[in-house]
Nanobody
Framework: QVQLVESGGGLVQAGGSLRLSCAAS????????MGWFRQAPGKEREFQAA????????YYADSVKGRFTISRDNAKNTVYLQMNSLKPEDTAVYYC?????????????????WGQGTQVTVSS
């Protein structure tokens, strides 16, 4: 059974940093893209970043380039999202997800597996 478990969310002041983790289990993800999405109240789920598990290629939403960094630790089967220079508008539930193939990365509908989400709140 595939499981994605996020952690690392919390309350942080504007300008601060958080590192989210996504622990993956239940299958081999070497041919998968791992993505981070977020969803604020009343808004659609929004793509943030993705990484190709096997060779580490990355792709970012324009809105987070330069502030967020996605990475993975193969030994720990964990994907990370380092978030710096956080803004109040970054407040949302952040989700980890997995899909096969390195295409249509920004579409949440393409992802097969999802975690339960972790809340990030940025105060002004």
């Amino acid at each position: 059974q595939v499981q994605l478990v996020e952690s690392g969310g919390g309350l942080v002041q504007a300008g601060g940093s958080l590192r989210l983790s996504c622990a993956a289990s239940g299958r081999t993800f070497s041919s998968y893209a791992m993505g981070w999405f977020r969803q604020a109240p009343g808004k659609e789920r929004e793509f943030q970043a993705a990484i190709w598990w096997s060779h580490g290629s990355t792709y970012y939403a324009d809105s987070v380039k330069g502030r967020f960094t996605i990475s993975r630790d193969n030994a720990k089967n964990t994907v990370y999202l380092q978030m710096n220079s956080l803004k109040p508008e970054d407040t949302a539930v952040y989700y980890c997800a997995a899909k096969g193939g390195w295409d249509r990365l920004t579409s949440s509908q393409q992802y097969y597996y999802w975690g339960q989400g972790t809340q990030v709140t940025v105060s002004s």
